[in-house]
């Protein structure tokens, strides 16, 4: 069974374009969670997804920022016109559950951004 | 409501020895407490969790102690290895929430 895979796993973005990120799920996960690390911060949650539909999005800064996570498909995180600040390791995870006793989630290896 | 606190931000252990990382919340609505084990430039691993309707929970060297009163939880790393030489995060979550507040994380160092 795969584990949560995310790409690229390195994206360098100047000033201004476009970052997307991509997560697949683990096999028989439906629920999907982005996150944000810093340097030498820890992780902060973002946005969590069902299929089609955004659950949670307290996380997510007000503009700029958007998550999708289609039908048929990865989750993407996009990031337009990215500024310096934007600078980080974006992980994926990925749970079987919601609102169950257990919260298991899995993380991806990472996307780390890097905006010049 | 929503922040974890942990401590020490970074550990040194001698091999065989303990470690010991700490964690107070706010938001009493928390009722999963999971520990992450990060390497650098990998993602962070689940290692071990709880529920507040146990004390302790022991999956081989890592124990997880948990006072629900003081709304604290550490993690017990017996028998430190220098393998185990990574960045801890202890996070929690509400059952319903689902989204996970980390710690800031613990660094931890095993020296041989």
């Known amino acids: 069974n795969a584990g949560v895979m995310q790409n690229p796993r390195h994206l360098v973005r100047r000033r201004g374009q476009e970052a997307r990120l991509r997560c697949s799920p683990m096999?028989?996960?439906?629920?999907v969670y982005w996150y944000r690390q810093l340097p030498e911060e820890g992780l902060k949650f973002m946005v969590y997804l069902q299929k089609e539909n955004i659950i949670d999005e307290s996380g997510m800064p007000k503009e700029r920022f958007s998550a999708e996570f289609p039908k048929e498909g990865p989750s993407i995180l996009r990031i337009q016109q990215v500024v310096r600040g934007d600078s980080a390791a974006y992980f994926c995870a990925s749970s079987p559950l919601s609102g169950g006793l257990l919260n298991e989630q899995y993380f991806g290896p990472g996307t780390r951004l890097t905006v010049t | 409501q929503q922040q974890v606190k942990q401590s020490p931000q970074s550990l040194i252990v001698q091999k065989g020895g303990i470690s010991i990382i700490n964690c107070a919340y706010e938001n009493t609505a928390f009722d999963y407490f999971p520990w992450y084990q990060q390497f650098p430039g990998k993602g962070p691993a689940l290692l071990i969790a709880i529920r507040p309707d146990v004390s302790e929970k022991k999956e081989g060297r890592f124990t997880i102690s948990f006072n629900k009163s003081a709304k604290q939880f550490s993690l017990h790393i017996m028998d430190s290895q220098p393998g185990d030489s990574a960045t801890y995060f202890c996070a929690a979550s509400k059952a319903a929430g689902n989204k996970l507040t980390f710690g800031g994380g613990t660094r931890v160092l095993v020296k041989p």
């Open positions: 096999k028989g996960h439906s629920h």
